[in-house]
């Protein structure tokens, strides 16, 4: 009688949900937020290879100050350090590893420094437990003070960094086809060696009235420590038909620092413009995926336009226009660990607000599914997306929320789901 | 209109003087036949009430009147006929027991051949409750831990009705359905450094716990305790938010964020009042919680919501405080056993005294 009293007893409190039994799944899939008081918009995010994760952001206090900042969190999302980078009125908007050199493993951030009207670069690196190494600050050039980065880029076969992004129409005094008064911004790439000693550029394009450098990559094009820079430019194509039009294009050019070649290419669709906004290696095949936004000329979204060369640029293996229907706006894109690409963006909704959009595009750009995120009445954008070690989706990007914008971390399963 | 409710009234008070004076007429007969069994003459006690018997007594009287043709029958060596006629006893009043300093032996021993305890009961209850939370994994939407978070009380209510078995007249089982309203509060400070976010959360429930009881038997107060299983569906949830003391939330039903069937263990004891034959009864009663509240697998993300609230992976425990009714349904039978061994030992002990 005893026995089968205890037998009774086991059977109800095996039933009992312990710490033991309960496995904590929000650490596998999870929304989280970063920030103090007031705003805090993402920026970028880098992946380590222990799963440990490097969030980029800016913060704008109250008193309308903004700072940028830098968190370490672990495979969880929990805060493992952060630290303000920079000084006050400086905005964080590319990290990457230091993949060789003395300083292999460590960070290097690319800011800009004050408003754009007056915007410097500064370039930083850091350890990976968040003290400062040492920074630069880019020279100012004597006809213009406007310099604004885009990515930053670490070298592995010559150790050094590359800066892409753009300058103000003083940098180069332009003639034909675009006057000085139409002249808005202009390609501007520059490199630093391992010392972050300045060496200048390494491609400074005019011909436009709007263009920008959006990532440059070593490139082994037969030449020794060749780099390619992509972008975009509204230069109009040496035809006939587009001559006058001033009309936005993904762009490529392999310069020989500082020296133009006739490698490069430039590619579109006549009707609409293509603001570039990301530029990924891909592996299978190797090459370069040039993701952004196809767009009517004057709207802020429009269509997902990828482009993909091979590693020699011979062949074309992608030129699409994914028109999903929705008013899309491209940000950032990653290989998947199977096969095809995580395009992130966001996507304008009916009520004119933003949500994050997060599209599946197999090899052949077709569009396998879609996901949204973002606050029923926020203004929610995204910034980065990477792969992580184990096949999770890690997004970087701001959430409006009740209390303030906030950086968001998401952490997905390589469905797009929070759950396994 | 007013001549028909003067003629109802004098119908139904010429029913009560009617029935009145029949009920005078037989406690004569009751008196009569007392006497007639005093004096020896058995026989002519059953004739004497056999009339009376016949038509509705108060339950008093029939008590008596069983009572006295159950010891007639007793003495006439009529077995069948003198237990009938103590069921019946027990049938008017279900209480009733024999004492063995005023009635006769043979009746007493008669006694011990029935019982009539009742062997279910129904009862309702209606009452408070509150809430205890104890976490399993702490879950936070923030990077960094730089919240406070507790949990805190709020009232709920319930109401339910029961039955129980009742084995003897201190153990028993009882099964209940019961509905209950419970809540809670969340509150975490310094949200982000400044802000403050807090939580209500409301579920209904419906509950079936199922509990083995002792009680005791004696007394106006009778305490009792329980230990029970309890099983609880989840019917619906209501959450509200309220960040910074004055940005609210709408109302989210967060049902399909939570395990919808949960188990519980159940303690508790109170005092039941004996009030005539039924009871009045105060309970308190400790339901710990054995499951997670929180669904892993359906969380409620706060991906799509503007405000940082995520449930953490919890049990809930439940304090419930009752007054309630029990309705005791008494059944006069015969024992299969009877329980006559403690008269047969004092028969016994006076006769060797003797």
Redesign the interface.
Known sequence: MRNNFFVIVLFFLSGCDTGNNVDPVYQDYFIKYFGGAGDQRGADLLVNEDGSMILLGNSIAPSGIYTAFITKVNRYGNVMWERQLGDVNETAVDIELIKSGSQAGNLIVATNIGVEANSRIRILRLNQDGTGIDSVIVPLHENGVKQVATTVTSLVNDPGYVVSGYADKNLIQETLPVSDDNDQQDILVFKFDESLTFLGKVLNKGGEKKGAGIKTFEWDGGITDRLVVFGFSDKPLPTEASDGLFELNYTYDAPEYGIPTATGDIVGTPSEEELLATVIQTTSPNGFLLAGTSRTPGNSSGDIYLVEYNSSFEVKNLDVKIDLGRSLECVAADNTPSSGYYILGNETTLSGLKDLALIKVSYDGQAEWIRNFGTAQGEDTSAAIATLPDGRIAIVGTMELATNKKLALVVLNNRGGLTK | MKARIVIGCFFLLTLIVYRSEAQSACELTLNQAQEEFDAGRFYAVPALLETCLSKNQNRGWEQRAHLLLAETYLLLEDAAKAEASYLKVLQSNPEFVTDETRDPIDLVYLSKKFTATPIFSFSGRLGLNTSFIRV??N???????KASEKYTLKAGWQGGAGVDYHYDENWGAGVELNYAVSSFGFESKG?????TLELTDQQTWLSLPVMVKYTRSEGAFRPYAYVG?SFNLLLSVKSN?V??GD?E?PVYNFKENRNKLT?S?LVGGGLKYKWGLRYFFADLRYSLG???MAD????N????????Y?DD?F?MDNLFLSVGYIHPFYKARKLKKARTKSVLRKTKGGTNAE
């Open positions: 399993i994994h879950v936070r939407p923030t990077g960094e831990h949200l982000f450094d400044e802000s299983y938010i960040v910074d940005i939330s188990q263990l054995l499951r997670n892993p697998d359906n969380r993300f706060p991906i799509n919501d503007p405000f940082p995520v992976d049990r």
